[in-house]
T-cell receptor
Framework: QKEVEQDPGPLSVPEGAIVSLNCTYSNSAFQYFMWYRQYSRKGPELLMYTYSSGNKEDGRFTAQVDKSSKYISLFIRDSQPSDSATYLC?????????????FGQGTRLTINP | DGGITQSPKYLFRKEGQNVTLSCEQN?????MYWYRQDPGQGLRLIYYSQIVNDFQKGDIAEGYSVSREKKESFPLTVTSAQKNPTAFYLC?????????????FGPGTRLTVT
């Protein structure tokens, strides 16, 4: 079983829809939870990160963490065609003095005008 | 402009040849990383380095080698021992190895071996 599971999609929704992206994890040592956005043929860029269970909002994006269920989500409101990208969840745990990131498989999202 | 550069963007090699991928950063970051990305598998860590002249194996280091002779440079060599080298390779850097800081990624190099 992978430490981090993410539905690879692809996911296709109409413009303006609310998008929900999810990851589950098995390692209780994960402390920090991140969402990266990756446009085609580019490197990932950090979108949001959270530490504690609960919600964190940034504009149209909301990151949600439920540590008891080992489940994280990213919600995108009023989705735009420019949101079309691959979204990667990532989780961080301390290993031998270093913070190691473990990535999900990525979900490919397309917003249709 | 501060950032990470990777070159070349596309690289083609014949099977059995070693190939070196370049990664340079001018962010003055101590920590640097190499990841491999395959369709449906996310990013997997190959090697990472905390300081000059020091580096550690990641989860899939077999068939790869690195060096860190300068703080700003962390080249990755894909050797002929790597059984399935065709992939998208991403270099990243971070201020420090132990804190929670943002990892900045380069634009990637797509390597195709035939």
């Amino acid at each position: 079983q992978k430490e981090v599971e993410q539905d690879p999609g692809p996911l296709s929704v109409p413009e303006g829809a609310i998008v929900s992206l999810n990851c589950t994890y098995s390692n209780s040592a994960f402390q920090y939870f991140m969402w990266y956005r990756q446009y085609s043929r580019k490197g990932p860029e950090l979108l949001m990160y959270t530490y504690s269970s609960g919600n964190k909002e940034d504009g149209r994006f909301t990151a949600q963490v439920d540590k008891s269920s080992k489940y994280i989500s990213l919600f995108i409101r009023d989705s735009q065609p420019s949101d079309s990208a691959t979204y990667l969840c990532a989780m961080s745990a301390p290993i031998q003095g270093a913070q190691k990131l473990v990535f999900g498989q990525g979900t490919r999202l397309t917003i249709n005008p | 402009d501060g950032g990470i550069t990777q070159s070349p963007k596309y690289l083609f090699r014949k099977e059995g040849q070693n190939v070196t991928l370049s990664c340079e950063q001018n962010l003055n970051h101590d920590a640097m990383y190499w990841y491999r990305q395959d369709p449906g598998q996310g990013l997997r860590l190959i090697y990472y380095s905390q300081i000059v002249n020091d580096f550690q194996k990641g989860d899939i280091a077999e068939g790869y080698s690195v060096s860190r002779e300068k703080k700003e440079s962390f080249p990755l060599t894909v050797t002929s021992a790597q059984k399935n080298p065709t992939a998208f390779y991403l270099c990243a850097s971070k201020i420090g190895i132990s804190g929670i800081y943002e990892q900045y990624f380069g634009p990637g190099t797509r390597l195709t071996v035939t």
